[in-house]
């Protein structure tokens, strides 16, 4: 029974915006003539019937201003559909400020409204339309700047993902876009009513496939928006770690030293529990995150318990890696002040090192698109001295 309804109606985009009077009306008469009765609009999407080929015209008309205040259709509304109605025309839906009516009587009246108050209507949105692109257009070129020139935004695109900074500055310039258009056709429109012409002859220069695609550009940034949302926030909600796995399990070798390859012992820690996260990004094909914590037997005699924690970044270029590990360092430095040391680096074959105590003491190294950054941790035991174990890092490095 399902499948029968759902053969009944399909769905189809628009092939023009809603402004485009004389390109709506003419669709809509084109799918009737198809089979294809319009029953509604759902999200910028118009629902058909499926029935007989027949000569319906449909024409739009522009409904009174709805107060965003007001619950349901207002009173002018209301009017304005009843009198559409009595000269014969049937109301399906609504698409933004328009309504969509319909006759079968290829002699009924056309619709019109007084001109001085279709003349209000299209001012008042087109100042409607100018108000939304001052305000996308601040995001665009105010907000959206300092947000990719703030302090660590390498870091901050890394740590949420490039995609999402991506797809919010996408959503911003077409609505931007979207704005400037709408404003140039309801000006056009404006002064049409104003001069007592047709609104019916004003077409936009807009093949129908280009607009579609236009139309779909925020549909597609919205789903991968919420997708991409989901996707982490499942992720925390599920596993306080989300994307780790035993580091025994990866089978990859790992393009920098292992804790064993630091620590002059024997590992004695049998139950480990190092994990290795493994991520990508537009900006970094690879990142991981390694955690490993385990017990040695030192050369003494003595058990010692030893921890570190590594990020490794490859960039995409030499360029991006230095100011990863430049904004990883300022950091760092902003936020453990008053615990901020700095070491000295012997001469180690990299591009660029740095290293500090931040809580626990923390080595940064670039070696042409490589970033690695490791914070070794000896839980109270003697510490090691970081002019040894940044040679082991730095040596790894290929």
């Given at each position: 029974m399902r499948?029968?309804?759902r053969k009944r109606?399909?769905?189809?985009?628009?092939?023009?915006?809603?402004?485009?009077?004389?390109?709506?009306?003419?669709w809509l008469n084109d799918?009737?003539?198809?089979?294809?009765?319009?029953?509604?609009?759902?999200?910028?999407?118009?629902?058909?019937?499926?029935?007989?080929?027949?000569?319906?015209?449909?024409?739009?008309?522009?409904?009174?201003?709805?107060?965003?205040?007001?619950?349901?259709?207002?009173?002018a509304q209301d009017?304005?559909?009843?009198?559409?109605?009595?000269?014969?025309?049937?109301?399906?839906t609504k698409r933004g400020r328009f309504g969509?009516?319909?006759?079968?009587?290829?002699?009924?009246?056309?619709?019109?409204?007084?001109?001085?108050?279709e003349s209000a209507e299209y001012e008042e949105l087109r100042r409607q339309e100018k108000s939304a692109f001052r305000s996308n257009l601040l995001w665009l070129l105010i907000i959206a700047p300092f947000m990719l020139f703030e302090k660590n935004v390498l870091l901050n695109c890394l740590s949420v993902g490039t995609e999402l900074y991506l797809?919010?500055?996408?959503?911003?310039?077409?609505?931007?876009?979207?704005?400037?258009?709408?404003?140039?056709?309801?000006?056009?429109?404006?002064?049409?009513?104003?001069?007592?012409e047709k609104l019916r002859t004003c077409r936009m220069k807009l093949h129908p496939m280009a607009y579609r695609l236009y139309?779909?550009?925020?549909?597609?940034?919205?789903?991968?928006?919420?997708?991409?949302?989901?996707?982490?926030?499942?992720?925390?909600?599920?596993?306080?770690?989300?994307g780790y796995q035993p580091l025994a399990a990866y089978a990859e070798p790992l393009p920098f030293a292992r804790l064993k390859d630091v620590i002059e012992g024997v590992d004695i820690d049998t139950d480990t529990n190092d994990t290795i996260k493994v991520e990508h990004d537009i900006l970094a094909p690879l990142m991981l995150?390694?955690?490993?914590?385990?017990?040695?037997?030192?050369?003494?005699?003595?058990?010692?318990?030893?921890?570190?924690?590594?990020?490794?970044?490859?960039?995409?270029?030499?360029?991006?890696?230095?100011?990863?590990?430049?904004?990883?360092?300022?950091?760092?430095?902003?936020?453990w002040e008053k615990y901020y040391t700095g070491y000295t680096l012997p001469e180690l074959s990299v591009d660029y090192a740095i290293a500090y105590k931040a809580v626990n003491p923390k080595l940064i190294l670039v070696k042409d698109r490589q970033v690695l950054v490791v914070s070794l941790d000896s839980y109270g035991e003697e510490a090691l001295p970081v002019e040894e174990w940044s040679r082991v890092y730095a040596d790894s490095l290929k």
């Amino acid at each position: 029974m399902r499948d029968k309804e759902r053969k009944r109606y399909t769905i189809r985009m628009s092939p023009c915006p809603v402004y485009d009077i004389a390109g709506m009306e003419q669709w809509l008469n084109d799918m009737a003539a198809k089979g294809l009765w319009l029953c509604r609009y759902t999200m910028g999407l118009a629902v058909f019937a499926k029935r007989e080929p027949a000569n319906l015209h449909y024409q739009l008309a522009l409904l009174p201003y709805e107060p965003l205040m007001e619950k349901g259709l207002p009173a002018a509304q209301d009017e304005m559909i009843v009198f559409c109605e009595e000269y014969g025309w049937q109301y399906i839906t609504k698409r933004g400020r328009f309504g969509i009516f319909m006759t079968e009587d290829e002699k009924a009246q056309t619709l019109h409204s007084d001109v001085q108050l279709e003349s209000a209507e299209y001012e008042e949105l087109r100042r409607q339309e100018k108000s939304a692109f001052r305000s996308n257009l601040l995001w665009l070129l105010i907000i959206a700047p300092f947000m990719l020139f703030e302090k660590n935004v390498l870091l901050n695109c890394l740590s949420v993902g490039t995609e999402l900074y991506l797809l919010v500055f996408a959503a911003m310039a077409w609505h931007v876009i979207n704005n400037a258009r709408n404003i140039s056709q309801l000006r056009r429109l404006e002064k049409q009513v104003q001069s007592g012409e047709k609104l019916r002859t004003c077409r936009m220069k807009l093949h129908p496939m280009a607009y579609r695609l236009y139309a779909v550009v925020p549909v597609i940034c919205f789903i991968l928006l919420v997708v991409l949302l989901t996707v982490k926030l499942d992720s925390v909600y599920e596993n306080p770690s989300p994307g780790y796995q035993p580091l025994a399990a990866y089978a990859e070798p790992l393009p920098f030293a292992r804790l064993k390859d630091v620590i002059e012992g024997v590992d004695i820690d049998t139950d480990t529990n190092d994990t290795i996260k493994v991520e990508h990004d537009i900006l970094a094909p690879l990142m991981l995150t390694v955690s490993q914590h385990d017990r040695y037997r030192m050369e003494d005699g003595t058990a010692r318990n030893y921890g570190v924690y590594v990020q490794y970044y490859k960039m995409i270029h030499p360029a991006l890696a230095m100011q990863l590990a430049r904004e990883q360092h300022n950091e760092d430095k902003e936020r453990w002040e008053k615990y901020y040391t700095g070491y000295t680096l012997p001469e180690l074959s990299v591009d660029y090192a740095i290293a500090y105590k931040a809580v626990n003491p923390k080595l940064i190294l670039v070696k042409d698109r490589q970033v690695l950054v490791v914070s070794l941790d000896s839980y109270g035991e003697e510490a090691l001295p970081v002019e040894e174990w940044s040679r082991v890092y730095a040596d790894s490095l290929k």
